[in-house]
């Protein structure tokens, strides 16, 4: 997911690449950026550079969490002093689990009482990062897809979050990318809803042989009677 959207992205936007390895973190960025250069060419904006987890999110105005669920939490805690109001944080996190064949949608642990919470991920993520504002996304669109950049995308990306300012950011960052619509939600308390459906269009992937299907919102406008 986190490569997808950074070639997609740099069309218009400088990306950083995160990593714990500034090497690791030089040598994914340049990959990607010499991929987005050879497709784009000069119709490039973007650039896509590595830098240190921390140093990332210091300098980004939205940053975006593509880490696996079960770590997520509580490696962001670690950079708590980074965390300011204007800092909007994109939460493309899902919270699953695999039994045989079949996904499904499984909460986080909660920490003090050790029992499963009914919180969504980018809840749990938010109450981390506050004073910065989360808005969960993406979790519709298919990661093969974003990174093939010749893909016809033509999906709705659903959105949920509390801030207004960071709902609008977010919905333009998605709008960026073409052929994607951002559709709300409501609050931060509905992405739970949104985590969900990644489990689901994965099972309507193995149980009806269909590739990365994913998911758009299509309005039905009865007929007016005959008069």
Same mark, same amino acid.
């Given at each position: 997911?986190g490569?997808?959207?950074s070639?997609?992205?740099s069309?218009r936007?400088?990306?950083?690449i995160?990593?714990r390895?500034?090497e690791?973190a030089?040598?994914?960025?340049n990959n990607?950026?010499?991929?987005s250069?050879?497709?784009?060419?000069g119709?490039m904006k973007?650039?896509?550079?590595g830098?240190?987890?921390?140093?990332?999110?210091r300098?980004?105005?939205?940053v975006?969490?593509?880490l696996?669920a079960?770590?997520?939490?509580e490696?962001?805690?670690s950079? %708590?002093?980074?965390?300011?109001p204007? %800092?909007v944080?994109v939460s493309?996190?899902v919270?699953?689990?695999r039994?045989?064949?079949?996904y499904y949608?499984?909460?986080?642990?909660?920490?003090?009482?050790k029992?499963m919470?009914?919180r969504?991920a980018?809840e749990v993520?938010?109450?981390?990062v506050?004073?910065?504002?989360?808005v969960t996304?993406f979790?519709?669109?298919?990661?093969?897809?974003?990174?093939?950049i010749d893909?016809?995308?033509n999906?709705?990306?659903?959105?949920a979050?509390?801030d207004?300012?960071?709902?609008i950011?977010?919905g333009?960052i998605v709008?960026?990318?073409?052929?994607?619509r951002p559709?709300r939600v409501g609050?931060?308390?509905?992405?739970?809803?949104?985590?969900s459906i990644t489990?689901?269009l994965?099972?309507v992937?193995?149980?009806?042989d269909?590739?990365?299907p994913?998911i758009?919102?299509v309005p039905w406008?009865?007929s007016?009677?005959?008069s």
């Amino acid at each position: 997911m986190g490569r997808g959207l950074s070639v997609r992205l740099s069309l218009r936007h400088e990306v950083l690449i995160g990593s714990r390895s500034m090497e690791r973190a030089s040598t994914t960025a340049n990959n990607l950026n010499n991929y987005s250069k050879g497709f784009y060419g000069g119709d490039m904006k973007g650039v896509i550079r590595g830098t240190l987890n921390e140093e990332a999110i210091r300098e980004a105005e939205l940053v975006i969490i593509s880490l696996p669920a079960n770590i997520s939490s509580e490696y962001l805690k670690s950079f %708590k002093p980074l965390y300011t109001p204007e %800092k909007v944080f994109v939460s493309t996190v899902v919270p699953m689990m695999r039994e045989k064949r079949l996904y499904y949608w499984t909460p986080l642990e909660d920490e003090q009482s050790k029992e499963m919470s009914t919180r969504s991920a980018a809840e749990v993520i938010q109450e981390v990062v506050n004073p910065s504002h989360v808005v969960t996304a993406f979790q519709t669109v298919p990661a093969s897809y974003l990174f093939n950049i010749d893909s016809l995308l033509n999906i709705d990306v659903l959105l949920a979050g509390d801030d207004e300012s960071s709902l609008i950011k977010v919905g333009n960052i998605v709008r960026d990318i073409p052929n994607l619509r951002p559709l709300r939600v409501g609050p931060l308390k509905n992405a739970k809803f949104i985590e969900s459906i990644t489990p689901l269009l994965l099972n309507v992937s193995i149980l009806n042989d269909l590739r990365d299907p994913t998911i758009r919102i299509v309005p039905w406008k009865p007929s007016p009677e005959p008069s």
